[in-house]
Nanobody, 121 residues
C-alpha cells in the first residue's frame, strides 16, 4: 500500500559525511512519523532518529549532535544528514513510516528495503 525507497548509502571514511533520503509513495492518505533505524552485524535493530509530521525529533544518544533528521511533507520524503561518522555507525539503515493508507489501513508501520552504510577505519 505504501512503499519506502532509501538512497544515499555507501562507503565513507571516519569523520566523513553521508546524506540518506527516503521517499514514500503509493496509496498514502496521511503520514505521521518518519525516521530511521539501523542494524549492525550481531546487534538488534535500533532507532536512530525520527521526526513527526509537526517537526518534533528524537535521536539515539549515540548520534545526537552528529546526525540531523528532517522531512519534506509535501514530497513525503525524510532525510538523514550524517556527519562525523564513526566505525560504529556501520550498519544497514532502514527507513520507516507510520501512515494511514487511502486503501483503509490505519497507522500501519512501513519499512524500506535498507541501505548499507560502511564507515572505514
Amino acid at each position: 500500500q505504501v512503499q519506502l525507497v532509501e538512497s544515499g548509502g555507501g562507503l565513507v571514511q571516519v569523520g566523513g559525511s553521508l546524506r540518506l533520503s527516503c521517499a514514500a509513495s503509493g496509496n498514502i492518505f496521511q503520514i505521521y512519523t518518519m525516521g530511521w533505524y539501523r542494524q549492525a552485524p550481531g546487534k538488534q535493530r535500533e532507532m536512530v532518529a525520527v521526526v513527526t509530521s509537526g517537526g518534533a525529533t528524537n535521536y539515539a544518544g549515540s548520534v545526537k549532535g552528529r546526525f540531523t533528521v528532517s522531512r519534506d511533507n509535501a514530497k513525503n520524503t525524510v532525510f538523514l544528514q550524517m556527519n562525523s561518522l564513526k566505525p560504529e555507525d556501520t550498519a544497514v539503515y532502514y527507513c520507516t513510516a507510520v501512515a494511514d493508507s487511502s486503501l483503509g489501513s490505519m497507522m500501519h508501520n512501513y519499512w524500506g528495503q535498507g541501505t548499507q552504510v560502511t564507515v572505514s577505519s
